[in-house]
């Protein structure tokens, strides 16, 4: 899903509004994390009862990003240290009442061997 596309731009030296889809690469180092331990407001889902979970900062040195995002389940922060490589994964948000899982982007230690590779939007990475 993308925000709005018309005046999309907050640089004031942006010259257009155009987007373009762009593959990132998949694996990243950790550059800062936190603990949610508290539900989000409606209309957000929740599991009920609720479980706490990490939020990563995790930095992409080849484009020179920072992106955000939650850890998978099972993960918290008390597993975490900055500076350790992250990988890209999917998980399961919840299942909302037709049964259908909604699945989103999720950040996880990554296994020592594990290659980098850019994740191409047509293949399930970030875009």
């Known amino acids: 899903m993308f925000p ?44 009920d009862p609720f479980e706490p979970f990490a939020v990563a900062a995790v930095e992409l040195a080849e484009e020179g990003l920072i992106v955000l995002g939650k850890v998978v389940d099972g993960t918290l922060a008390a597993d975490l240290r900055v500076g350790m490589a992250m990988e890209l994964a999917t998980m399961v948000l919840y299942v909302d009442d037709d049964g259908i899982e909604r699945i989103v982007y999720a950040w996880k230690t990554a296994d020592a061997g594990s290659a980098e590779e850019p994740a191409d939007s047509s293949e399930g990475g970030l875009a």
Do not use: I, K, M
């Open 4 to 47: 709005p596309r018309a005046d999309n731009c907050p640089n004031p030296d942006c010259e257009g509004d155009e987007l373009a889809q762009v593959g990132l690469s998949r694996r990243g180092t950790l550059w800062s994390f936190t603990e949610n331990r508290y539900a989000p407001p409606p209309p957000y889902p929740a599991p």
